[in-house]
Antibody, heavy 122, light 108 residues
Framework: EVQLVQSGAEVKKPGESLRISCKGS????????ISWVRQMPGKGLEWMGR????????NYSPSFQGHVTISADKSISTAYLQWSSLKASDTAMYYCARLASSGSFNDAFDIWGQGTMVTVSS | EIVLTQSPGTLSLSPGERATLSCRASQSVSSSYLAWYQQKPGQAPRLLIY???SRATGIPDRFSGSGSGTDFTLTISRLEPEDFAVYYCQQYGSSLVTFGQGTKLEIK
């Protein structure tokens, strides 16, 4: 079964760092781009950026560039989303998603992780 | 940035009725790189339609997509109880992927 499994919910304080993960299985991890999507409480979907796990090339939304880092470790089929200094406004559900076609930069998201809830509160 | 505007914001219909959801882009979406997703409470989004009109694997044929350029439509021919959810359009033709703000389909 093709799936993306994300790490569990996190509760952090403002200023702390965090890395959440997204592990792919059931397919060739290096053949498909991975995107990250934010959903703030009660709000819509916002695309954050994407990574090509084969060479870790990244492409960010200007809204998130410089505030988060997307990375991948192809040896363990895992993509990451990390913050160096969290803010209360980072409180949200974060999803990873696979782009549908092998090697495609422009594609719909066919497989989604279950989401990781990040809560930032003092 | 391509801005996607979905209408209506909320659509109230009964099971068995036909639903028509609209997504309008601020500029032409290249190669019809337009997708539709369904999201139910507490769940991740699910891909319904890609390439403006192609159904994703396992999606019932009561879901159909149409349109090109700047105007796109998702149609659900006969609503089933499980179809009541939030629907998002997405364009993925540019280096900056964007989503619409969503349409909530609720039971009348």
């Amino acid at each position: 079964e093709v799936q993306l499994v994300q790490s569990g919910a996190e509760v952090k304080k403002p200023g702390e760092s965090l890395r959440i993960s997204c592990k792919g299985s059931g397919y060739s991890f290096t053949s498909y781009w991975i995107s990250w999507v934010r959903q703030m409480p009660g709000k819509g979907l916002e695309w954050m950026g994407r990574i090509d796990p084969s060479d870790s090339y990244t492409n960010y939304s200007p809204s998130f560039q410089g505030h988060v880092t997307i990375s991948a470790d192809k040896s363990i089929s895992t993509a990451y989303l990390q913050w160096s200094s969290l803010k209360a406004s980072d409180t949200a559900m974060y999803y990873c998603a696979r782009l549908a076609s092998s090697g495609s930069f422009n594609d719909a998201f066919d497989i989604w992780g279950q989401g990781t809830m990040v809560t930032v509160s003092s | 940035e391509i801005v996607l505007t979905q209408s209506p914001g909320t659509l109230s219909l009964s099971p068995g009725e036909r639903a028509t959801l609209s997504c309008r882009a601020s500029q032409s979406v290249s190669s019809s790189y337009l997708a539709w997703y369904q999201q139910k409470p507490g769940q991740a989004p699910r891909l319904l339609i890609y390439g403006a009109s192609s159904r994703a694997t396992g999606i019932p044929d009561r879901f159909s997509g149409s349109g090109s350029g700047t105007d796109f439509t998702l149609t659900i021919s006969r609503l089933e109880p499980e179809d009541f959810a939030v629907y998002y359009c997405q364009q993925y033709g540019s280096s900056l992927v964007t989503f619409g703000q969503g349409t909530k389909l609720e039971i009348k």
